[in-house]
């Protein structure tokens, strides 16, 4: 799988839109972009993958560039509960059996602040 | 309700003495992933199951080994713990379909070494 690149942390004001960028320019076209976060104790969270086209729901949206060498993910109204580490993840889809695993990078860490 | 269910929360043992952790998950999800997490580390993929197909990671020590007698439940046994296998341990039953890896971690057994 693609190996990714994420800034080690980030500060955002509460209310405003958080915007966490990920590198990865050797994903291959078969590979899906992959969001998970993990707040403090707790195991982590998914929040949302995309091939190609943005998408979006109720957590966060994912852009995705063109030549799908980075994403966004953006929080659109950041608040202090979502203050945690969030992983992007590449992974190649399709594969039966061993295949279906995510490989947890650095990430963000991700602070919300008053 | 839980989910996601695992057991005990904290576990402490000795150095050397056998430990199981139990993992339980009302999903009926047939994939079901076992991580390892050190402190300020990211999760690391220790092995998964599809359906009861059992895929290692390749470092994965001999030390660990897992059983899942049905898809309701599965275990990780520790054979000789050492000092270095402190850390969190979280399983997370899966929803694998096509693109759509929804990973759903429950809160972890804390595991200390004496």
């Known amino acids: 799988d693609a190996k990714t690149t994420q800034p080690p942390s980030m500060d955002c004001a509460e209310g405003r839109a958080a915007n966490l960028p990920c590198n990865h320019s050797t994903i291959s076209g078969n590979e899906y972009v992959y969001w998970y976060r993990q707040i403090h104790s707790q195991g982590p969270q998914y929040i949302i993958h995309g091939l190609k086209n943005n998408e979006t729901n109720e957590m966060a949206s994912l852009i995705i560039t063109e030549d799908r060498k980075s994403s966004t993910l953006i929080l659109p109204h950041a608040t202090l509960r979502d203050t945690a580490v969030y992983y992007c993840i590449v992974r190649v889809v399709g594969l039966t059996g061993g295949g279906n695993k995510l490989t947890f990078g650095t990430g963000t860490q991700l602070k919300v602040e008053l | 309700d839980a989910m996601v269910i695992q057991n005990p929360r904290y576990q402490v043992t000795q150095f050397g003495k056998p430990v199981t952790l139990s993992c339980s998950q009302t999903?009926?999800?047939?994939?079901m992933y076992w991580y390892q997490q050190k402190s300020s580390q990211a999760p690391k993929l220790l092995f998964h199951?599809?359906?009861?197909?059992?895929?290692n990671e390749a470092d994965t020590p001999d030390n660990f080994q897992s059983r899942r007698p049905n898809t309701s439940f599965c275990f990780l046994d520790i054979r000789s713990p050492g000092l270095g296998d402190a850390a969190m341990y979280l399983c997370a039953p899966a929803r694998v379909a096509g693109s759509y890896n929804e990973q759903f971690f429950g809160p972890g057994t804390r595991l200390t070494v004496l």
């Open positions: 999903l009926n999800h047939n994939v």
């Open positions: 199951y599809y359906d009861k197909d059992f895929n």
